[in-house]
């Protein structure tokens, strides 16, 4: 597997070819039967489509339909997955259940902690299934039908991308947006294993057929990195338009995610202290500007544990949340609280309700963004308006006291509110502070 990871091919292809390894040269009891072994390993794709569906919100779903039953279901359609169907809907209703459980528990607060408990079974499992379809793999089939195989994986890979280029471009996707999808998914994919594998269970593929069909996308899984190399070919060069990153100089002891007006201010104060810090944002524009005036700044989305580990997040003493969108925001406290929990974590409250939002989260002190400006811009309205210095100060430190006592009773009154914080304050009546 290290190997394969290595030169880029990914651990899949690494447990086929360990499959195949075991298959040709053991005589074990699983590899003169590996039916068993491949039925016992099948819940290592239940579990892959459990976490699958941890990652699709029901709300974020709903938002993408569009994407989903027109672009999505086009491209099932042209690219031949309506084969596809009989041995899923066979072989495969137990995993769809899976997948559903996973959608409909994705806005829990139990999410992050789910995926962590399920995680270490799941890569196991889904491991066993990938060699068990290597075991299985006629080698003798494969070499009698080379020449078959050989013509059939360059026509699957044209074809996918000819189809996914043409669906993207019919929905008005721009060119370079459909080139660079086409390249980057012209494979068949490593669920192809699992959909043959229930054919063959359910008896709709002869097991001969199947090792033809594996052996095909395997090759296309293999050849896939060289043709994403095609797309400079394709696409008018536009110098700057992506970012190579890299972290190797990441893992100050501050991490700041966001580079909005907002964590600007932020980093500043840190860094005028000396503290190393390391800046994440999700705006190439951003980051580009910001790194031609010199700042340690790195491209990368927050929301992505692998990023946010890259970034150094395992050693951050604190982590500052400045991301201006309170969906993202909560996102990302969710991933830092279950992965990162050694770090102190602040965090940008948008607004009032997201501050609630926020407390609710375990932030004890989550910082609104306009609230101590609005105080500024009063103290400053009552000193012209005639007030003495001492008695603004003092009338503003009653606002802010008054506007706390509120806050902590709007958050006893939200709470149980399950995620839905604004309908909850909806209810409750607004009173002059």
């Known amino acids: ?39 016992f390993a099948e819940f290592g794709v239940v579990l892959f489509l459990f976490v699958i569906g941890l990652e699709m919100k029901p709300a974020k779903l709903w938002e993408m339909r569009g994407d989903i ?37 994705a806005d829990s607060s139990f999410r992050h902690e789910l995926e962590a408990n399920v995680e270490p079974f799941r890569g196991l499992f889904l491991g066993l299934f990938f060699m068990a379809v290597g075991v299985s793999l006629s080698i003798d089939a494969v070499v009698a039908n080379w020449g078959t195989i050989l013509i059939a994986f360059p026509v699957v890979i044209i ?14 996707s721009a060119h370079d947006v459909a080139v660079r999808a086409a390249l980057a998914l012209p494979q068949a994919g490593e669920f192809g294993f699992v959909l043959f594998a229930s054919a063959v269970s ?11 069909l594996v052996a095909v996308i395997t090759l296309t899984m293999v050849v896939s990195p060289l043709v994403e190399r095609l797309a400079p070919l394709l696409i008018a060069d536009k110098a700057g338009d992506e970012i190579e990153e890299d972290f190797s100089d990441a893992g100050g002891r501050a991490l ?117 400006s609005g105080l500024r811009m009063g103290r400053a309205a009552l000193r012209a308006a005639g007030v003495a210095e001492d008695d603004a100060a003092e009338t503003i430190d009653d606002v802010r006291r008054r506007d706390e006592s509120r806050l902590h ?25």
């Not at 596809?84 to 528990?105: C, Q, T």
């Not at 359910?202 to 033809?212: F, M, Q, R, Y």
């Not at 009773?409 to 502070?433: C, F, H, R, S, Y």
């Open 202 to 212: 359910a008896g709709i593929l002869e097991a001969e057929t199947s090792s033809i």
């Open 69 to 105: 039953f027109g672009i999505g279901l086009a491209q099932v359609v042209l690219c031949g997955g309506v084969l596809a169907v009989p041995p899923l809907a066979l072989g495969m209703s137990y995993a769809m259940g899976a997948f559903i459980a996973g959608v409909m528990l």
């Open 409 to 433: 009773l709007q958050v006893q009154q939200t709470a149980g509110a399950g995620g839905d914080t604004l309908e909850q304050m909806k209810k409750i009546k607004p009173e002059p502070i």
């Open 159 to 172: 074809l996918k991308a000819a189809a996914i280029y043409g669906i993207l471009r019919g929905f008005g």
């Open 256 to 372: 700041v995610i966001g580079f909005g007006r907002f964590g600007q201010v932020v980093t500043q104060a840190l860094r005028l202290r000396d503290i190393s810090v390391t800046i994440l944002d999700a705006d190439s524009e951003r980051v580009r500007e910001a790194r031609e005036f010199g700042s340690g700044i790195h491209f990368g989305d927050g929301m992505r544990r692998e990023v946010l580990r890259a970034a150094g997040a395992e050693d951050a003493d604190v982590i500052v949340v400045c991301a201006d969108d309170a969906a993202v925001a909560k996102d990302i406290v969710n991933m830092v609280q279950s992965k990162f929990p050694q770090a102190e974590l602040l965090v940008r409250a948008y607004d009032r309700t997201a501050a609630i939002d926020l407390i609710h989260m375990g932030i004890a002190e989550p910082v609104r963004e306009t609230f101590e």
């Open 1 to 39: 597997m290290p190997v394969f990871k290595r030169i880029g091919l990914g651990a899949i292809l690494g447990y086929l070819a360990a499959g195949v390894i075991v298959g040709a040269s053991l005589s074990l009891g699983f590899t003169k039967n590996p039916d068993k072994l491949l039925h």
